[in-house]
């Protein structure tokens, strides 16, 4: 017995050693390195795999040196689990010696990682999550996605004024879905409207049928959803194949669940389908057209606003490191930051020198059919929407 | 009232459904004693051969079904010949070991060809949107997943029940030395009704895409429900599978329904209730 | 021959410690001066050890098939979480043991679905507890913090002096010392007079029962032990790192604590200890040269493991080693193949 017990000790301390020579290697000095966090297997992977793309993207169009600096990333796949986050994290800050953790997937992540960027004086640059809360969790993180209340209050007050009175709610169960169905029902409700169904949907969910026919029984004149990137094209196909789109229930949320990634597969039912979001691959500017049609050529599809998201993200940490010289202390970095403009894919930008958090046009978008696809076209404009969440303290 | 009747017609499509997803597995779980946790790799290889014919070459959708059938038929007589067959003897923990292994890889090389987001099978305007009868909403999706389903649940009950490979089947089960030493080539037997319990599963693989949506996570997915399904219904025949996939559709359907915060409660308090009133499902065999 | 201080006796010359454990022990505390720059990687291969450890006594001892091991580490997880984030009971070690009774109590009260019932059964009754745990830690958003976990938990210094630090050194140890205690237990259990009645059963449940062991009690009493451990190390979980979310109930958590321990082999205790090393480092290795696609990899090593066969692969790996020794020693082959121990 105890022969295997020596055997399976000695390749288990060989499989540490080598372990710990993988991922040790020598790094060249003037470096500066980059942690990506990302989700890259499991259920949200997709946003992981936007994200690496757009940054990898970026840094062919920009090159990979900034300030005399060589750039590096290393990407490590947490599954979207916070336990993974966390060690990941730490095993970047102090093993690899990063100058930005950068990347996370879903909000547990990104709190996960909080105490960590605080401790270690270390930015941490989030460019998925979209819970409001998180940039109070640490004076380090930055944040180039979004924050649901951005979107989800100015969709609110668009349905008040365009003569939607009563509305069913179906969104996940997780911290931004509740942070959207909140937003949205103070700005629908203070404008008079009603509120007549609420659905809260698991997030892990195979078929909606059962909570759309409850959406479809409530008979409004609208459903507010909000799912995460991903699921809206199965509740598309659902939606439509319950005939709510006869019913003349219409659609409308923030942009998620009409992510462009998916959003030509989802068929025709989604055509008017009106949201209010921060990116529509259709948005017309040069740089955005340029944007697309390098990120299409080099991955074959479509960038979502993840893409985008990842994309505004490093270029903060390019423009960081401009700004300091290829200096790399993290309050330096993060007061470089903190009011920093710019013009990205999705329109002007800026990081909110307050909150840290980003501050950015919110647009509302109608589905439409253009040279035979699917596309979020904007008709209206909200520009330089701060995260409502925040404003209101 | 009506919502009632959609809702069982919603639930029993589901149920069918789940039953195509899951009878090669109550095939081989059950009859020839294998654990085979890799059986939703091979629906997800049918979701995907049909959508790529479907969407990529145009093919027709019902020209696809045929094809998500006999693909992962294919791969699975292949792997049946080229590994699994050496692991019939061996312990469940070995079978598990391997099929989750197996999963690991489809789910990473799917991910890898065919990318990580849900992908979708562009069906035909007749399959689309819902009529109503009386005043019932009839999804037409549905309704061909409930013909569908139903003719090859008969099928397959007169083909194990009625037919000689259907005896041959049942005889290399009960005792597979005394059927080889009847004449009957127990491997090919097994062989053959393992790949055909894979076609199965990509069929269910290619209808299931509309959905529940076909991403390179379905085989870890579903996993857990294509094993609610074989236990609960027991390994006797197929109607003991087939009436736990029904059980399982409506189930879960309802509960979302009446109860949606309540939904997973409802199917796995039936499923544990139903264990231990009867350990070897409603029509299962005691003597393993 | 058939005196109980017979059997006892028995028992206790298998108990003797041998050489190579205190090896281990030693290079296990030493891994803390070799890589002090890896001490949470290392801080969760102890969790996954304990957890491992945990279902082997089950499993490997009595023959329980579990796939939802996962529940009774959740509930070790979020009773530990519960107790710091509100105050309940400030001190860790304290709190740790609270969070294993807990765990103790639902292995206890759930231990009687378990009686009855083939493999298949069980795997799908315990699967069943763990799904339906999650379940209700979703459901009940406000207490659990649903899909978004408790946050905000800090823990206090564990009996009133040690922080834990940002880089994990005191919960290494922390969980490193729990380790071995815990682990100096399940080794007086398992080689108890009970610890022996326990390896009857699983070799045959008549014969044990028919020459008077009280089966049914026995399996009551391991799989409230091993809740108790699974809670501990769930508890672990929470202290060190912090969190408790919803995948601590997770299938995949449970399903890879079977891998863990199938890797490590079943039976002899240190087959967790070793297969959760093995397993966290593959994951580590293969993730870091692909981010992507390392679940490739890992499920390639699987099923290779199993064709081979680990009995061969051990052979393989030791035939230099035998070879030295008899060319050199001129003796026999001195180190030999273990025969395999199935469940």
């Known amino acids: 017995m105890f022969a295997r017990f020596w055997l399976l000790s000695r390749v288990a301390l060989a499989a540490a ?55 590096e990333i290393i990407l490590k796949d947490d599954g979207a689990l916070p336990d993974k986050t966390k060690t990941a994290a730490q095993e970047l800050i102090v093993n690899d010696k990063v100058s930005f953790i950068a990347g996370f997937g879903v909000t547990p992540a990104a709190l996960a990682a909080a105490p960590l960027a605080t401790q270690a004086k270390i930015p941490e640059v989030v460019m998925a999550a979209g819970t409001s809360i998180i940039t109070e969790k640490s004076p380090y993180i930055v944040r180039t996605s979004f924050t649901l209340p951005q979107s989800s209050t100015i969709i609110g007050d668009w349905a008040v004024k365009n003569g939607i009175k009563k509305v069913a709610s179906l969104t996940s169960d997780y911290a931004p879905g509740n942070d959207a169905l909140a937003s949205f029902k103070e700005h629908f409700t203070a404008g008079g409207g009603q509120i007549v169904e609420e659905v809260k949907v698991p997030l892990a969910n195979p078929d909606f049928a059962p909570f759309l026919q409850r959406m479809k029984d409530a008979k409004p004149d609208a459903m507010f959803v909000f799912v995460p990137a991903g699921q809206g094209g199965n509740f598309m196909k659902q939606y439509a194949e319950r005939g709510l789109d006869k019913a003349g229930i219409k659609v409308i949320g923030p942009g998620d669940v009409t992510d462009d990634d998916l959003l030509n597969d989802m068929g025709d039912a989604v055509l008017g389908t009106v949201t209010a979001h921060i990116y529509s691959a259709a948005h017309p500017s040069e740089m955005n057209k340029e944007f697309v049609a390098a990120y299409k050529k080099d991955f074959g599809n479509r960038p979502g606003f993840m893409a985008v998201n990842g994309y505004d993200g490093i270029h903060l940490i390019y423009e960081a490191l401009k700004k300091t010289g290829g200096k790399t202390d993290g309050d330096g970095l993060i007061e470089a930051m903190k009011g920093m403009k710019w013009e990205s894919p999705r329109g002007p930008i800026s990081i909110d020198p307050e909150t840290r958090d980003i501050v950015q046009n919110v647009y509302v978008r109608k589905v439409e059919k253009k040279d035979g696809e699917l596309y979020n076209v904007e008709f209206e404009t909200f520009e330089a929407v701060k995260d409502p969440g925040k404003a209101k303290k | 009232m009506t919502s009632v009747l959609t809702n069982l017609f919603d639930g029993v499509a589901y ?63 292949v792997l049946e010949r080229l590994l699994y067959r050496h692991l019939y003897t061996r312990s469940h923990l070995d079978q598990v070991l391997f099929s989750v292994g197996l999963v690991f890889m489809s789910v990473a090389a799917i991910d890898y060809i065919m990318g990580s987001s849900r992908i979708f099978i562009n069906l035909p305007a007749a399959l689309q949107g819902q009529f109503d009868v009386f005043g019932v909403g009839i999804g037409r999706y549905r309704l061909m997943l409930i013909v569908i389903c139903g003719l090859l649940t008969a099928a397959l009950q007169l083909v194990l029940a009625r037919t000689r490979f259907g005896s041959r089947l049942r005889a290399a089960v009960d005792d597979p030395r005394a059927a080889s030493g009847l004449g009957i080539n127990v491997p090919q037997v097994f062989a053959l009704t393992f790949a055909f319990g894979c076609g199965l599963a990509g069929l269910g693989g290619a209808l299931s895409a509309e959905i529940l949506g ?37 189930a879960d359907v309802a509960g979302k329904y009446y109860v949606p915060k309540m939904g997973p409660f409802v199917i796995y308090t039936v499923m544990i209730v139903i264990l231990i009133w009867r350990p070897h499902g409603l029509f299962g065999r005691a003597a393993r | 021959m058939n005196a109980p201080s017979d059997v006892r006796f028995h028992a206790g010359r298998h108990a003797r410690w041998h050489a190579a454990e205190i090896v281990f022990w030693l290079a296990a505390l030493s891994c803390a ?23 082997d006594l089950i499993l490997g001892y009595a023959g329980i098939v579990s796939l939802g091991h996962a529940a009774f580490f959740g509930v070790g997880a979020y009773s530990a979480g519960l107790l710091a984030l509100h105050g309940i009971i400030n001190e860790p070690v304290i709190a740790l043991i609270v969070a294993g009774l807990a765990a103790a109590v639902l292995g206890f009260c759930t231990s009687f679905l378990l009686i009855r019932g083939a493999d298949l059964t069980r795997l799908m009754v315990t699967l069943g507890i763990a799904l339906l745990l999650e379940a209700l830690a979703e459901r009940f958003s406000d207490i659990t913090g649903g899909t978004d976990g408790l946050q905000g938990i800090e823990m206090q210094p564990i009996l009133g002096l040690f922080a834990f630090d940002m880089f994990g050194k005191t919960g290494f140890f922390y969980a490193l010392i729990v380790l071995f205690l815990l682990f100096l237990l399940a080794r007086r259990i398992v080689h108890s007079p009970f610890g022996l009645s326990l390896r009857a059963i699983r070799n045959n449940p008549l014969r044990a029962a028919a020459i008077g062991v009280p089966v049914n009690r026995r399996l009551i009493a391991i799989y409230t032990v091993a809740a108790f451990y699974a809670g ?56 870091t040269i692909t981010p992507q696609y390392w679940q490739f990899w890992i499920g390639l090593v699987l099923i290779v493991v199993v064709l081979v066969g680990r009995a061969r692969l051990h052979r393989w790996v030791l035939f230099v080693p035998n070879l030295l020794i008899t060319r050199i020693a001129g003796g026999k082959a001195a180190v030999a193949v273990p025969e395999s121990e199935g469940p």
């Open chain 1, 17 to 71: 050693t080598a372990g710990t020579l993988v991922v040790a290697p020598a790094w060249a000095d003037d470096a500066v390195k980059i942690g990506l966090i990302l989700p890259m297997t499991g259920g949200q992977a997709s946003t992981g795999k936007q994200i690496d793309n757009a940054i990898k993207l970026y840094m062919k169009q920009h090159g990979d040196t900034v300030a005399g600096k060589k750039i």
């Open chain 3, 33 to 55: 001066f070799v890589f002090p720059s890896r001490y949470l990687i290392m801080t969760d291969i102890l969790r996954l050890a304990l957890f491992a450890l945990s279902l």
């Open chain 3, 232 to 287: 501990v190390a769930g508890a672990l979980f929470t202290q060190t790192t912090a969190l408790a979310s919803l995948d601590v109930f997770a299938f995949e958590r449970s399903a890879d604590l079977m891998l863990v321990l199938v890797i490590g082999g079943t039976g002899y205790l240190y087959g967790g200890l070793i297969g959760a090393v093995l397993f966290r480092m593959l994951q580590e290795i293969f993730s």
């Open chain 2, 214 to 250: 076909l991403d390179p996570y379905f085989p870890l997915k579903f996993m857990i429900y294509f094993l609610i399904v074989v236990t609960v219904g027991g390994s006797s025949s197929i109607i003991g599978p087939f009436l736990a996939s029904l059980l399982l559709g409506i």
């Open chain 2, 15 to 77: 149920g069918m459904l789940l039953f195509v997803l899951a009878c090669g597995l109550a095939v081989t779980l059950g009859l020839m004693n294998f654990v085979n946790l890799a059986h939703g790799a091979f629906a997800m290889a049918g979701g995907y051969v049909c959508a790529v014919l479907v969407n990529q070459y145009g093919w027709p959708f019902f020209a696809g079904l045929p094809l998500a059938f006999i693909a992962p038929a294919v791969i699975g007589a």
